[in-house]
C-alpha cells in the first residue's frame, strides 16, 4: 500500500457547554516530528495524544491543535488584590510627578493591567475527556483516509513510471549484437596493424572473449527486472513502504547506471538517459510515501 505523507483533518463538537475544535496537519519527513499545540489545561494529556497520532499515522512532520471554548461555564473575576496593588503603585507614581490623577482614572488604567481579570473554569471531567478523545480520533481517521487517497494518486504515477522502465529494457537488446559487430571490427582493425595475420587472429579472439564478458548485459537487464517485479510485489503490501520502495529505487538505479557504464553505444546510453528519467522522478516521489 502507498500512503502519502501529507494529509489534513478538521474536526469540530460541541461537548456539554464546550465547544471542542481539533485540526491536525501532515507534511513529509524522513522521521515522526509531532508538533502538539493545546490548551495548559490539557498539558498532562500531551503524551496520550503524541501516542495516538503515532500509532496511527506512523511518520511524518504532524502539527495537531486543540482549542476548547467554554461557554457560559466560566466567568471573569476581578483579581482585586492585584488591582490594589497597581492602583498604589499609580498612586506613588503619579506623586513623584506631581500629578492629581481621578480615582476614575487611576482605576480605568489599572483594569488595563495584565491578569486583573481571573477566569473561573469548571475542570474536564473523564466522560467530557473521552468525548474529545472521539473527536481527536475521528481527526486522526480523516487525515488517514486523506492519506490513503493522496497514495492512491503516487501509486498511479510511479507504477506509470516503472513500467516505463520495464519496457525500455528489451529496447536495449536490438542494439546489444551491432555493437558487438562495431566494437570486434574495431580490434580486429588495430590489431592487424601490429601482428600477423595468425598472431592477430588468435590475439583477436582473446580480446572479443574479453569484451564480450565485459560487454555482456544479460545480468543487470535480470536483475533490473527482478527489481521491477519486486517493486509491484511490495507496493501491494498492507503496510507503509516507502522505505523499502526507496531501497529497491536505489537497486535499480545501480543496474540502470551499470548498463549505462557498459553500454558503449549511442543508442543504448540514450536508452539509460531515459530509464534514469523515470528513475529520478520515482525517487522524486518516493519522498513523500510514507
Given amino acids: ?28 519527513s524522513k522521521n515522526f516530528n509531532a508538533y502538539i499545540k ?4 490539557f498539558n498532562d494529556k500531551e503524551l496520550e495524544i503524541r501516542n ?25 473575576i476581578l483579581n482585586k488584590e492585584l488591582i490594589n496593588s497597581y492602583l ?22 489599572a483594569l488595563k493591567l495584565p491578569d486583573v481579570f481571573q477566569n473561573e473554569k ?11 478523545l472521539d473527536c481527536i480520533r475521528l481527526t486522526i481517521n480523516d487525515l488517514d483516509n486523506f492519506r490513503v487517497q493522496e497514495g492512491n494518486s503516487l501509486k498511479k504515477d510511479i507504477l506509470d513510471k516503472v513500467k516505463n522502465i520495464e519496457k525500455l529494457i528489451p529496447s536495449v537488446e536490438k542494439y546489444e549484437d551491432e555493437r558487438i559487430e562495431t566494437t570486434a571490427k574495431r580490434i580486429k582493425s588495430k590489431l592487424n596493424d601490429f ?12 580480446e572479443i572473449i574479453y569484451y564480450l564478458d565485459k560487454f555482456d548485459l544479460n545480468e543487470e537487464k535480470s536483475r533490473l527486472k527482478n527489481h521491477c517485479k519486486y517493486f509491484y510485489e511490495t507496493v501491494k503490501l498492507n503496510e507503509p513502504s516507502g522505505t ?6 536505489q537497486e535499480m538505479g545501480r543496474e540502470i547506471n551499470t548498463i ?18 523515470n528513475l529520478g522522478k520515482i525517487k522524486e516521489q518516493l519522498l513523500n510515501v510514507l
Fill in 195 to 206: 601482428f600477423k595475420e595468425e598472431e592477430s587472429k588468435e590475439r583477436f579472439e582473446q
Fill in 260 to 277: 549505462g557504464s557498459k553500454a558503449n553505444h549511442t543508442e543504448i546510453q540514450k536508452i539509460v538517459v531515459n530509464m534514469k528519467d
Fill in 1 to 28: 500500500m502507498i500512503k502519502s505523507m501529507t494529509g489534513y483533518g478538521k474536526n469540530s463538537k460541541i461537548i456539554n457547554d464546550k465547544k471542542v475544535a481539533v485540526e491536525i496537519k501532515s507534511l513529509n
Fill in 38 to 41: 493545546i490548551p495548559d489545561e
Fill in 244 to 249: 523499502k520502495l526507496g531501497f529497491i529505487a
Fill in 88 to 109: 498604589s503603585e499609580l498612586k506613588e507614581i503619579a506623586k513623584e510627578h506631581s500629578l492629581k490623577p481621578e480615582n476614575e482614572n487611576l482605576i480605568l488604567a
Fill in 122 to 132: 469548571k475542570e474536564i471531567n473523564k466522560e467530557e475527556w473521552n468525548d474529545i
Fill in 52 to 76: 495516538m497520532i503515532f500509532n496511527t499515522l506512523l511518520g511524518g512532520k504532524i502539527s495537531f491543535s486543540l482549542t476548547v471554548e467554554h461557554e457560559n461555564i466560566h466567568k471573569n
